[in-house]
Nanobody, 122 residues
Framework: QVQLVESGGGLVQAGGSLRLSCAASGGIFRSYGMAWFRQGPGKKRDWVAAISWSDETRYADSVKGRFAISRDNAKNTVYLQMNSLNAADTAVYYC????????????????WGQGTQVTVFS
């Protein structure tokens, strides 16, 4: 069983930056595809970014060029660097892990964290 714990959320002014972290335990981290999803108020959960076990990355169009996903296998941690934040980025951000090639669908992931809130104010 894999446990995922997100951290790094908070309040940030529009145009600012945040870095989210997701610490994994209980599995072989380097063998998992990892992803970030988010769910804004009154919205469905959407895929944000993914990184494979070979460090290939993919991004949703809405965050491309502003967000960067990375992983540190020595620390069993995946990161999401978020720059140029705007109000539309306000959401609970979830980390996910799975043994399949990491795509943009929730069913592709087996394990989920509890989420961390990001609120962007102007």
């Amino acid at each position: 069983q894999v446990q995922l714990v997100e951290s790094g959320g908070g309040l940030v002014q529009a145009g600012g930056s945040l870095r989210l972290s997701c610490a994994a335990s209980g599995g072989i981290f380097r063998s998992y595809g990892m992803a970030w999803f988010r769910q804004g108020p009154g919205k469905k959960r959407d895929w944000v970014a993914a990184i494979s076990w070979s460090d290939e990355t993919r991004y949703a169009d809405s965050v491309k060029g502003r967000f960067a996903i990375s992983r540190d296998n020595a620390k069993n941690t995946v990161y999401l660097q978020m720059n140029s934040l705007n109000a539309a980025d306000t959401a609970v951000y979830y980390c996910a892990a799975g043994s399949r090639w990491p795509g943009g669908e929730q069913w592709e992931y087996d394990y989920w964290g509890q989420g961390t809130q990001v609120t962007v104010f102007s």
